[in-house]
C-alpha cells in the first residue's frame, strides 16, 4: 500500500513529540490524504494538536500524551535514551492499547504513526513513517538499531520520506529490499506553495527550533557565520525566545507560536539558518533560499546530514 493507494478511508495520524519536526511534514503528509478523498483524525498533544488546527480547522483531534523523554546537553541522545528507557518502554506498550480502543471507537480503517513505535493496532492496517531504515550510530548506540527494526516490523506497511532521485536524507533512507516498503516523496507544507521566488526578501532568518538546551549554541552558530552587513531576525516560540541571551540589539526578535506567522517570514528570507533536522531539510528544499545548517549537538544524525549536505550551508 504506497501512498498513492489511499483513497476515501477514515485515517488516524499520530507523530513523535521529541520536537515539532514530526508535526511538520505530517501537515504535508496529511494535504496529501485530504486530496486523495481521505478523512484524517489526529491524535496528538496539546501543542501538536494546536499545531494541526491551525492549518485544519475542521480536522478531528484526539487527546494523546506524548512520549516521556527529555533531551541532555551533556550526553548523546543516545545514551540520554537509555537512561529513560523504562518509562519509554511501559509507555510504548501502554500506547498499543490506547490506539486499539480509539481504532475501535471511531471506526478507523487505517493508522499513520510517525516514528511512534507504539502507535499500532491488529484491528486495521498499520503504516510506519520514517526516513530513517539505516540510523547513524556508533559504537553500544547500535544496538538501537536492532530495536528499530523490531519495532518497525510490526506494522504492515513502510512509508519512506524521501524521493530516491533527489535522496535527501542520503544513506538513512536507502532501502535494501525491505518488503512492504514505499518510498512517498519529501513532505513539506511549502510544497505547493506558488511564486516562492518573488517573496525573497535580503534579511538573514534563525530558526530557533529543536530542543531548547541547545538554543545558545545555535544562536552563536548564526552570528559567527552570517554576514554583519546583512538584517538578522530571530525566529521561534515566545519561550524559545525569551531564554536566550541576545546583547546585539541589531538583531530582531520575534516569538510566537503561530505557524502562519512563520511561514511568511521563512517564505521572505533569503537565508535561513538553522539545526539540520530533516523535516527542516524537506521545508528548505522547497523554500528556494540560501541554507545554513548546523547540526544540534550529540546527535549523529543531524551530524551526518549536515555533512551530506554541506554545499548547501
Request: with cysteine; aromatic share 12%.
Amino acid at each position: 500500500m504506497n501512498l498513492s493507494d489511499v483513497r476515501e478511508k477514515k485515517i488516524l495520524i499520530s507523530c513523535l513529540n521529541w520536537g515539532m519536526g514530526h508535526v511538520s511534514r505530517c501537515i504535508g503528509l496529511i494535504q496529501k490524504l485530504e486530496k486523495q478523498g481521505n478523512t484524517c483524525v489526529v491524535a496528538g498533544n496539546e501543542a501538536q494538536l494546536a499545531v494541526f488546527k491551525t492549518y485544519f480547522p475542521l480536522i478531528e483531534t484526539i487527546n494523546h500524551e506524548g512520549y516521556p523523554f527529555n533531551f541532555s546537553n551533556e550526553i548523546s541522545f543516545f545514551q540520554t535514551l537509555w537512561k529513560q528507557k523504562n518509562r519509554i518502554l511501559q509507555f510504548i506498550r501502554t500506547e498499543k492499547k490506547v490506539v486499539q480502543n480509539i481504532v475501535i471507537e471511531n471506526k478507523i480503517e487505517l493508522v499513520i504513526s510517525d516514528h511512534r513505535y507504539g502507535f499500532v493496532t491488529k484491528s486495521c492496517p498499520c503504516i510506519f513513517l520514517t526516513h530513517q531504515l539505516n540510523p547513524k550510530l556508533k559504537g553500544l548506540s547500535k544496538l538501537f538499531i536492532f530495536f528499530h527494526n523490531y519495532w518497525m516490523n510490526q506494522f504492515d506497511f513502510k512509508w519512506i520520506v524521501d524521493d530516491p532521485s533527489i535522496n535527501l536524507a542520503g544513506d538513512l533512507s536507502k532501502s535494501s529490499k525491505r518488503k512492504r516498503t514505499y518510498y512517498i516523496g519529501l513532505l513539506s507544507r511549502f510544497e505547493n506553495e506558488p511564486n516562492i521566488l518573488n517573496l525573497k526578501k535580503q534579511n538573514a532568518l534563525l530558526l530557533l527550533s529543536g530542543p531548547g538546551v541547545h538554543h545558545d549554541f545555535l544562536f552563536k552558530s548564526f552570528i559567527s557565520n552570517c554576514p554583519e552587513n546583512q538584517q538578522k531576525i530571530i525566529l521561534g516560540s515566545p519561550k524559545a525566545i525569551n531564554s536566550l541571551q541576545v546583547e546585539n540589539q541589531t538583531v530582531e526578535k520575534i516569538g510566537t507560536n503561530d505557524w502562519k506567522v512563520i511561514d511568511n517570514y521563512l517564505l521572505e528570507s533569503a537565508a535561513v539558518y538553522s539545526f539540520s533536522g530533516y523535516s527542516t531539510l524537506m521545508d528548505l528544499y522547497f523554500l528556494k533560499c540560501q541554507k545554513h545548517l548546523f547540526p544540534c549537538p550529540n546527535q549523529w544524525e543531524q551530524i551526518y546530514l549536515s555533512e551530506i549536505h554541506e554545499d548547501i550551508s
